[in-house]
């Protein structure tokens, strides 16, 4: 069936280092792929999301890029901040007609001042 | 903010119980979705209502069962509570039966069974 697998965290940084959060999938069909964000004690927030094969999906900063070829949908931001910390989830929906969100198990990042 | 909004935040129940979540999905959301999230896990697909008619359902026992409303409500229904159903809870909303359209998150109920 469609899986999402994600790096395992918790990835600790520094403020402005670089930032790479992997994310592959297995799917039939064409999904929709998408990055949320989860602060503590709170719900998920849409990040950035692609919908077809060499989109690149961008906000606040962060990008990433649908890569068909290799299954990937890595997450990037050039200068983390102590306020990116939170959990990263990564997620595809759309698979063969399925309505449903598949996430992976989320990545924590931490961000040291 | 996403205009969703759940109720209520947390919850604390005893084994065998039973216990409704609700979600008020943005206006105009004629979908929602139901997602259970255990802890350090990611959410895990419940069920998805479409025009108060289930959608779809995940890998969930018929306990778990729902309710889609016409003022864009939505209930989740839990009978016989197990301590393994102690979870955050999520609703989504989205526009239309598209399974690509983004899904729009509430904060949650944080339910608890002793």
């Known amino acids: 069936g469609d899986s999402v697998t994600q790096m395992e965290g918790p990835v600790t940084l520094s403020e402005e280092a670089f930032l790479t959060i992997n994310c592959t999938y297995t799917a039939t069909g064409y999904p929709s792929l998408f990055w949320y964000v989860q602060y503590p004690g709170e719900g998920l927030q849409l990040l950035l999301k692609?919908?077809?094969?060499?989109d690149k999906g961008s906000n606040k900063g962060f990008e990433a890029t649908y890569r068909k070829e290799t299954t990937s949908f890595h997450l990037e931001k050039g200068s983390v901040q102590v306020s990116d910390s939170a959990v990263y989830f990564c997620a595809l929906s759309g698979s063969s007609g399925t309505y449903k969100y598949i996430f992976g198990t989320g990545t924590r990042l931490k961000v040291l001042a | 903010e996403t205009g969703v909004t759940q109720s209520p935040t947390h919850l604390i129940k005893t084994r065998g119980q039973q216990v409704t979540l609700r979600c008020s999905s943005q206006?105009?959301?004629?979908?929602v979705s139901w997602y259970q999230q255990a802890l350090g896990q990611g959410p895990q697909f419940i069920f998805q209502?479409?025009?108060?008619?289930?959608?779809g359902r995940g890998n969930f026992p018929p306990r778990f069962s729902g309710l889609q409303f016409p003022n864009y409500s939505s209930e989740l229904n839990v009978n016989a509570l197990e301590l393994d159903d102690s979870a955050l809870y999520l609703c989504a909303s989205s526009v239309g039966e598209g399974s690509k359209e983004t899904q729009y998150f509430g904060p949650g109920t944080r339910l608890l069974v002793l």
């Open positions: 206006s105009g959301h004629n979908t």
């Open positions: 209502y479409y025009r108060e008619e289930e959608n």
């Open positions: 692609a919908t077809k094969a060499d």
